[in-house]
T-cell receptor, first 111, second 113 residues
Framework: GQQVMQIPQYQHVQEGEDFTTYCNSS?????IQWYKQRPGGHPVFLIQ?????EVKKQKRLTFQFGEAKKNSSLHITATQTTDVGTYFC???????????FGQGTTLQVKP | DTAVSQTPKYLVTQMGNDKSIKCEQN?????MYWYKQDSKKFLKIMFS???????INETVPNRFSPKSPDKAHLNLHINSLELGDSAVYFC????????????FGSGTQLSVL
């Protein structure tokens, strides 16, 4: 069945360092969504990517969708303590009609 | 106003009991969902309703029964609770389908003792 793998599972960085999480799907996706869940909170939508090779930026966050529409990445430049949380990718397949979440990457930022 | 609200926030109960979690959205969305998040933070869809009609029913034990009295509400009833049911349950909604972004409720932490 459709699978979405996300790595790494955990990342500890010093404040100011960069951070990247990667997402790989076993099937071609119609779109990919990214969510952030703060500790004790609920997932909050960040962005959706639809086009092959698409790159979108939100301040220090850069999101990419692969050319084959099977992988994606989220890069945070110069992390801050407010970036702490778990970042999830979620891939939607038009074939299955399902949105499958990756396992999430939990980011810790040391001040 | 909270867009997707669910109650209760915490639920502590004994094995074998029956419990319900309620969810309401005021966004005017057509589709609502129940997700289960386990201790490893993995988010798995359980059910999805579109305009009160069940459209996704993953392999969930039939002790779990969703009910949607109208498109703004999706409740989850769980019979004969088991230890393995302990998790955080999130209600969510989207405008029309899973193709669109999800708005999550604040979650219900269920602990079965």
């Amino acid at each position: 069945g459709q699978q979405v793998m996300q790595i790494p599972q955990y990342q500890h960085v010093q404040e100011g360092e960069d951070f990247t999480t990667y997402c790989n799907s076993s099937t071609t996706l119609s779109n990919i969504q990214w969510y952030k869940q703060r500790p004790g909170g609920h997932p909050v939508f960040l962005i959706q990517l639809v086009k092959s090779g698409e790159v979108k930026k939100q301040k220090r966050l850069t999101f990419q969708f692969g050319e084959a529409k099977k992988n994606s990445s989220l890069h945070i430049t110069a992390t801050q303590t407010t970036d702490v949380g778990t970042y999830f990718c979620a891939g939607f397949s038009g074939n299955t009609g399902k949105l499958i979440f990756g396992q999430g990457t939990t980011l810790q930022v040391k001040p | 106003d909270t867009a997707v609200s669910q109650t209760p926030k915490y639920l502590v109960t004994q094995m074998g009991n029956d419990k319900s979690i309620k969810c309401e959205q005021n966004l005017g969305h057509d589709t609502m969902y129940w997700y289960k998040q386990d201790s490893k933070k993995f988010l798995k869809i359980m059910f999805s309703y579109n305009n009160k009609e069940l459209i996704i029913n993953e392999t969930v034990p039939n002790r779990f029964s969703p009910k949607s009295p109208d498109k703004a509400h999706l409740n989850l009833h769980i019979n004969s609770l088991e230890l393995g049911d302990s998790a955080v349950y999130f209600c969510a909604s989207s405008q029309r389908s899973l193709r669109e972004k999800l708005f999550f409720g604040s979650g219900t932490q269920l602990s079965v003792l």
